[in-house]
């Protein structure tokens, strides 16, 4: 299993630009969820999605959407990058009976300009 | 709102030494767990302590939970240089199922 791959790892985007970023896991865990890293600080829960064609926010959602079309794959969607949106973004996916115990992707790091 | 906050923010041991982390949260839990970051990679469960529990063991680590206290304590034994990462505390909250919430971590830096 590759578990929870997430692209691209690096990416660097100008204010106003859009773009996505790709989360897929090969578990097929009913829940996925994404989380965004800042300096010094914990993960805060962006939108999350408990099945195909649900999802849900979190506590950071403005400026992101996300979709959830297959179980496999819960992409995140930056509408109109700010510099604000600078972050490192995980995503993570767990079993329905188990949703506190998540698997992490390794991880984008989004530079906004 | 950040529902864990760990202390101390960076501990510094010597390759042998236990180490200890400390969490403390707000509201009440179904469980707490505990997770590792290595630098530049994404976060890994290590163990989860449900609220009925008061400890629980695996290998070199010892978690403890006092809810009446609401808080959590990780113990890691013996350390190693291979130790060396942030590590963070979660829970759910009582009626959250999945929505887990951070604190900023303990930075441990273990010295060969």
């Known amino acids: 299993n590759a578990g929870v791959t997430q692209t691209p790892k690096f990416q660097v985007l100008k204010t106003g630009q859009s773009m996505t970023l790709q989360c897929a896991q090969d578990m097929n865990h009913e829940y996925m969820s994404w989380y965004r890293q800042d300096p010094g600080m914990g993960l805060r829960l962006i939108h999350y999605?408990?099945?195909?064609?649900?999802?849900d926010q979190g506590e950071v959602p403005n400026g992101y959407n996300v979709s959830r079309s297959t179980t496999e794959d819960f992409p995140l969607r930056l509408l109109s990058a700010a510099p604000s949106q600078t972050s490192v973004y995980f995503c993570?996916?767990?079993?329905?009976?188990?949703?506190?115990?998540?698997?992490f992707g390794p991880g984008t790091r989004l530079t906004v300009l | 709102s950040q529902q864990g906050e760990e202390d101390p923010q960076a501990l510094s041991i010597q390759e042998g030494e236990n180490a200890t982390m400390n969490c403390s949260y707000k509201?009440?839990?179904?469980?707490l767990q505990w997770y590792r970051q290595n630098s530049g990679r994404g976060l890994v469960h290590l163990i989860l302590i449900r609220s009925n529990e008061r400890e629980k063991h695996s290998g070199r680590l010892r978690v403890t939970l006092d809810t009446s206290k609401k808080s959590s304590s990780l113990l890691i034994t013996a350390s190693r240089a291979a130790d060396t990462a942030s590590y963070f505390c979660?829970?759910?909250?009582?009626?959250?199922?999945?929505?887990?919430?951070f604190g900023q971590g303990t930075i441990l830096t273990v010295h060969p």
């Open positions: 509201t009440s839990i179904n469980n």
């Open positions: 979660s829970n759910a909250g009582g009626t959250s199922y999945g929505k887990l919430t």
């Open positions: 993570a996916s767990s079993r329905r009976e188990s949703t506190d115990t998540q698997y």
């Open positions: 999605s408990v099945g195909a064609g649900i999802t």
